[in-house]
Every structure is written in structure tokens, then in C-alpha cells.
Nanobody, 114 residues
Framework: QVQLVESGGGTVQPGGSLRLSCVAS????????MGWYRQAPGKQRELVAR???????NYAESVKGRFTISGNFAQRTVYLQMNSLKPEDTAVYYC????????WGQGTQVTVSS
């Protein structure tokens, strides 16, 4: 069982930026995927971005060009740089680690509002 701790959430005005961080307690396997998902009230959890241990990335179409995922796996950390934030980005953002099964952080709230 892996513990994932997110930080960096908060409230920002439209057009602003936030940087989320997630630290995993351990990375046991050679191949893994770390990523960010989000869930807005009344909606399904959706993929925001993910990065593999090999460096490959995936982004939701809604965040391409605005968000950037990066990882420092030696530090067991993944980041999500969020720029040009929109009100529709408001959600709880969850960090994930997939290697066989998937572990989840507790989530961090991101609110984009004027």
C-alpha cells in the first residue's frame, strides 16, 4: 500500500496558475504511471494528465496547452503545473499511482473563481 500526499491546491482567479505536487511513500516497481485526475461535484472522475516512468505523457483535451505534468521519480514526486485556469477547472484533484493496482491520494481542492 502506497501513501500519496497532494499539496498546492487553493483558490485562484480565472487566468491564474497553480502548481500541484504529489509525493509517493515508495515506488516498488520498475514501471509505473503517476497522474492527476479530477472530480467536480456531480461528475465522473476524469483523467487530467499522467506520466509514465519512461517519460511518456497523456493529457485530457480540455487541458492541453495549459497544464504540464512532470515527474522527479528519484524524489517520488509528480507535479502538475496549471496555467490559464478556467472556472471549469474547479474540482478536487487526485494524485494516482498505477503499478498493477492503483493507489490514490486524498485529493486537493482547486477552485477557480473571481
Amino acid at each position: 500500500q502506497v501513501q500519496l500526499v497532494e499539496s498546492g491546491g487553493g483558490t485562484v482567479q480565472p487566468g491564474g496558475s497553480l502548481r500541484l505536487s504529489c509525493v509517493a511513500s515508495r515506488l516498488t516497481f520498475s514501471f509505473y504511471v503517476m497522474g492527476w485526475y479530477r472530480q467536480a461535484p456531480g461528475k465522473q472522475r476524469e483523467l487530467v494528465a499522467r506520466i509514465t516512468s519512461g517519460g511518456g505523457t497523456n493529457y485530457a483535451e480540455s487541458v492541453k496547452g495549459r497544464f504540464t505534468i512532470s515527474g522527479n521519480f528519484a524524489q517520488r514526486t509528480v507535479y502538475l503545473q496549471m496555467n490559464s485556469l478556467k472556472p471549469e477547472d474547479t474540482a478536487v484533484y487526485y494524485c494516482s499511482l498505477t503499478s498493477g493496482g492503483t493507489d490514490w491520494g486524498q485529493g486537493t481542492q482547486v477552485t477557480v473563481s473571481s
